[in-house]
């Protein structure tokens, strides 16, 4: 009995190992399945569910970086047309200041023209009046010159009357009584000046 439990685990063993040795590829399979399998599938589950997040993020990011490249760009372009715009206002503003500039020198300029025209006609005719009266001042200082000079000769006593009439008082007071006879009166000619023109 014993020895036929024996042959029987024998051929229980030699049916195994033959079992194994036929599906021993099978075997190593179902092996690696029970041991692995499970740790696979959810690793295998665990990088499809990263890679689907991974794509997912991957679209967001780019759909934002779209986003933000086409704000950006708005921006840009709302910038430089707002850069334009003053620009081309600040071009306005300058040519009118220009204008303004060249129209305010042109009202001054003609402004001092007309000043500097009213002052040299006010002065030219101060000149020719004040030239007028010193004409008449001249004239008539040369009026009074010759009427002076007529004056003096007629009024004049001659010299050599003079000269007697001196002698002739120093005799008296020295008390003499002689006294020279009056010479006569010989009347001189008397020169004649030209009037001057005034």
């Known amino acids: 009995m014993a ?14 190992a033959q079992a194994m040795a036929g599906a021993s590829g099978e075997s190593i399979d179902q092996i690696r399945e029970i041991l692995f399998g499970t ?9 499809a569910q990263m890679e689907a997040r991974v794509a997912k993020n991957a679209a967001e990011a780019a759909d934002r970086l779209k986003t933000l490249e086409e704000t950006l760009l708005g921006r840009l372009d709302k ?5 334009e715009t003053k620009i081309d206002q600040l071009s306005e503003n300058l040519k009118q200041a220009q204008a303004d500039a ?9 402004d ?6 009213e002052v040299e006609t006010r002065l030219g005719g101060e000149l020719r009046e004040q030239g007028d009266g010193l004409r008449d001042d ?15 000769d007629h009024e004049k006593t001659d010299r050599v009357d003079l000269g007697n009439h001196l002698v002739e008082i120093g005799r008296r007071l020295s008390g003499e009584e002689v006294s020279l006879p009056p010479e006569p009166c010989v ?8 009037d001057a023109k005034a």
């Open 102 to 110: 060249r129209s305010e020198l042109k009202e001054t300029a003609d």
């Open 187 to 194: 009347e001189r000619p008397r020169k004649v000046k030209s």
């Open 138 to 152: 001249i004239a008539g200082l040369r009026a009074e010159l010759r009427d002076a000079e007529r004056r003096l």
């Open 79 to 83: 910038m430089a047309k707002n850069f």
């Open 112 to 117: 001092l023209a007309d000043r500097l025209s």
């Open 39 to 47: 740790a696979q599938r959810e690793q295998q589950s665990h990088m």
């Open 3 to 16: 020895k036929m439990m024996k042959d029987n685990q024998n051929a229980e063993e030699t049916q195994n």
